[in-house]
Each structure stands twice: as structure tokens, then as C-alpha cells.
């Protein structure tokens, strides 16, 4: 260090400290107190989405953050079992196998046993006759032949 500013510390440290006057210190502070609060309540134009959005979010959440950051961790809970859960459940219609012809057989007769016992007097449904499908022209557009 120079010579110069070992002189300059010298002199400031022989220097009695003043004291602020009381008006002064509270006028200060609390000027420094306003503008702290109107800048955390304005977003300010330089920011990006994330901050804003952050900004937001704080803002709404300040009543009560450790209460909604326990909702949000009960919440993340909740998704985490949810999908631990859904990847162990059997799937039905992977483990159905085709019926059998003697399975099919019998719910058949199963169905004309219950439509003898209520009485339908037709036995035979729309559902055992195969429909055949035809299929149809895809335009109404006539085509002439012009000899």
C-alpha cells in the first residue's frame, strides 16, 4: 500500500464518529422502506416471462407460503403414488384371450334360454346373423357416354 493511503486511514480513524440526528435516521429509513415496497409490488418492464411469473406467484402466495408449499408437496405426493400405482395395474383387455367356439356355443344357448323365459318369440337375434357389407359408390356423379 502507499504511503498516501496509510496517512488517509490514519487520519479517518483519528476522526470522532458523528451520530445522525434521530429525524434525519427515521426520515431515511423510511423513505428507503417506500420505495422497497412500491418496487416489490411492480414488476419492472426488463423482466422475462419467468421472473414475472415468479413474481406473480409470490405475490399471491405471500400470506401463507409454508401452508401452499405443503399443499404443493401433498399434491406431488399424490401424482407420484398415482403413477407408481398405475404402471402395476393389470390391464384387462391385454389379458382377455379369444372365447372358444364351445364358450360361444353356450352363451348362445344361455341367450335363448333367457329370451324363452321372458317370452320373446323370436329366438334369434340380429347380433348371430352376419351382415354382409356392400359397398356403395363414393360419388352421385353420373358419367355420360356420348356416342
Not at 416471462?49 to 415468479?54: D, I, M
Not at 351382415?131 to 356420348?146: A, D, N
Request: overall charge positive; glycine content about 4%; hydrophobic content about 40%.
Amino acid at each position: 500500500m502507499s504511503d498516501e493511503f496509510k496517512q488517509f486511514e490514519k487520519r479517518v480513524k483519528d476522526q470522532p464518529l458523528r451520530h445522525v440526528p434521530a429525524e434525519w435516521r427515521d426520515e431515511i429509513l423510511s423513505t428507503v422502506d417506500k420505495t422497497q415496497t412500491a418496487r416489490s409490488r411492480q414488476p419492472q418492464a426488463g423482466r422475462s416471462f419467468l421472473s414475472l411469473f415468479g413474481f406473480q406467484l409470490r405475490s399471491i402466495l405471500w400470506p401463507h407460503p409454508v401452508a401452499w408449499g405443503g399443499l404443493a408437496a401433498v399434491w406431488i405426493f399424490i401424482g407420484a403414488a398415482h403413477f407408481s400405482m398405475r404402471d402395476q395395474a393389470p390391464a384387462l383387455a391385454e389379458k382377455t384371450s379369444p372365447l372358444s367356439p364351445e364358450a360361444v356355443a353356450e352363451l348362445k344357448q344361455q341367450k335363448q334360454l333367457l329370451a324363452e323365459l321372458i317370452g320373446a318369440s323370436d329366438t334369434s337375434s340380429a347380433a348371430d346373423k352376419q351382415k354382409t357389407f356392400v359397398p356403395k359408390p363414393r360419388s352421385e356423379r353420373v358419367e355420360i357416354f356420348r356416342e
